[in-house]
């Protein structure tokens, strides 16, 4: 089980500072959506040449010409790519070829997506990498989280990882990690702590102790 840390509502120089403090207990360092729309690929390029030992993952939310989208991802130090489940099943099988070339990983996030033990199928089938389950910060405003979607996953989901993603803080963390998910993705619940480093250990300690009845 892996931890990932997303950093959004940052810039690329306030990202690195905030790794430098958690480097030792996470695996994966995502820049999310905003930082991308903002600052471009340059942040995934100066997170990889910062950080090579761990894994960057690029939050671009693709929706189209995904293979393209995922080449350059993958050409500026993205080790994982996210595309979104309500792509066209084209385009998903496009970023997921393509990421097959580079010797990159496919993360498709489910967000807004409705039915979604059928959609998490069908995506299986596909050769996804990972599939995340993932409310976002709208919904977790109105207190919705991801582990019911979680487990509905898990009961369709024979390949790909799974991960979930929204909301995760130490006091619901230990009910990620009953969920048994591949990847429990962390952004506030790190990133806006006072004592990140501690946070993230606790975290860390917690998750490698395992499911607890």
Request: with cysteine; glycine share 8%.
């Amino acid at each position: 089980m892996k931890l990932q840390l997303a950093l959004d509502l940052v810039n690329t120089e306030e990202a690195i500072e905030i790794v430098s403090e958690v480097k030792e207990y996470i695996d994966i360092v995502e820049l999310g959506t905003p930082v991308i729309n903002r600052e471009g690929l340059r942040a995934v390029k100066e997170m990889k040449k910062a950080f090579p030992n761990l894994q960057v993952l690029a939050d671009e939310k693709i929706m189209d010409a995904a293979g393209y989208e995922v080449a350059g991802a993958a050409e500026e130090g993205a080790d994982i790519v996210t595309i979104l489940a309500q792509a066209e099943d084209a385009s998903i099988k496009g970023a997921i070829e393509e990421a097959k070339k580079q010797g990159v990983e496919i993360l498709v996030d489910m967000i807004g997506v409705k039915d979604i033990q059928a959609r998490a199928e069908e995506i299986d089938k596909l050769g996804a990498d990972y599939i995340c389950v993932h409310t976002g910060y709208d919904l977790q405003a109105e207190g919705k989280d991801s582990f019911a979607d979680l487990h509905k996953i898990k009961k369709v989901v024979k390949n790909a990882k799974t991960a979930i993603a929204g909301g995760i803080k130490q006091e619901k963390l230990q009910e990620a990690i009953n969920a048994k998910p591949d990847l429990i993705i962390v952004g506030g619940g790190i990133a806006n702590q006072e004592n990140k480093n501690a946070v993230a250990k606790s975290m860390k300690e917690q998750m490698e102790q395992g499911v607890i009845a």
